[in-house]
């Protein structure tokens, strides 16, 4: 199998590298010293008009979960098509905005990427080669339950480039950040893959893991802004997980 290969993912993260410097489009040319700006201005809009279906994600994600628990094989099937789409959904409303600054602007790379996660988590789904069994994980693994829970929580207020944490309960079940930002999804999806493996598709979890593992990193400048500094402690659990992910998708099956 070509997956076995010494050259095949180091190709493969290449290719998704690559993907993530894609230049960005805009309606009015950009100076690529503000491409920072320009996606920052994008994440700023692009979900508003979508905040009050955040509680869907949120019942949609324990629903797939909860269907796990109880019969892993439909359930991860479920699990895999859910986020699949929910990929889909990110690609859709995430990537593109009307901005004040650069008029429409899409953020290509992250789009490309999205669609890519989206089709290749269905392609799963529809051959079923996932099994989500939380039962049998190693304890170590639940450490990262606390990770998942604030991404899935998203206990953020962002006013202009201003982001604060804003600890309301009902958020929860309500944040129109989880479910509409890939950077806060995708912690969740890795940390169930991570508790499910490795009866999970190999390919699909490592790409998944390093993408997330390439925002993660994009993420740490906003440490370098103080009004950002929040937001850049909501991006720990995208950094952290998909490092784990990864590195427990390199040492084999066989050492779990």
């Avoid at 699949?84 to 004040?100: D, E």
């Avoid at 890519?116 to 392609?123: D, F, N, T, V």
């Avoid at 789904?125 to 991404?151: E, H, V």
């Avoid at 390093?210 to 500094?229: D, M, T």
């Amino acid at each position: 199998m070509k997956t076995s290969r010494k050259w095949f993912y180091p190709l493969i993260y290449l290719a998704l590298v690559i993907i993530s410097f894609l230049p960005l489009y805009t309606e009015i040319p950009y100076d690529q010293r503000n491409t920072s700006q320009v996606i920052l201005e994008i994440l700023q809009r692009a979900t508003l008009p979508y905040a009050a279906w955040g509680w869907v994600f949120h019942v949609l994600t324990l629903a797939v979960i909860a269907l796990a628990v109880w019969k892993p094989s439909p359930g991860g099937r479920a699990v895999t098509a859910y986020f699949g789409l929910n990929y889909l959904v990110i690609a859709a409303t995430q990537t593109h905005a009307v901005t004040p600054t650069y008029g429409l602007a899409v953020h290509t790379g992250a789009l490309v990427a999205e669609v890519l996660l989206g089709l290749l988590w269905l392609w799963v789904a529809w051959k079923d080669r996932m099994q989500i069994s939380f039962m049998g994980a190693p304890c170590w693994r639940w450490l990262l339950l606390p990770f998942a829970l604030l991404a899935f929580w998203s206990p953020l207020t962002v006013e202009g480039s201003i982001a604060t944490l804003n600890f309301n309960p009902l958020l929860l079940l309500t944040s129109p950040d989880y479910g509409l930002a890939y950077c806060f999804l995708t912690p969740v999806f890795l940390f169930l893959l991570i508790l499910a493996w490795p009866q999970v598709n190999g390919f699909a979890f490592r790409v998944t893991a390093f993408n997330g593992l390439l925002y993660g990193l994009f993420n740490l400048s906003h440490w370098a802004v103080p009004e950002r500094v929040w937001l850049g402690i909501m991006h720990l659990p995208l950094l952290v997980i998909s490092i784990v992910a990864l590195w427990l998708a390199h040492r084999g099956r066989n050492n779990t």
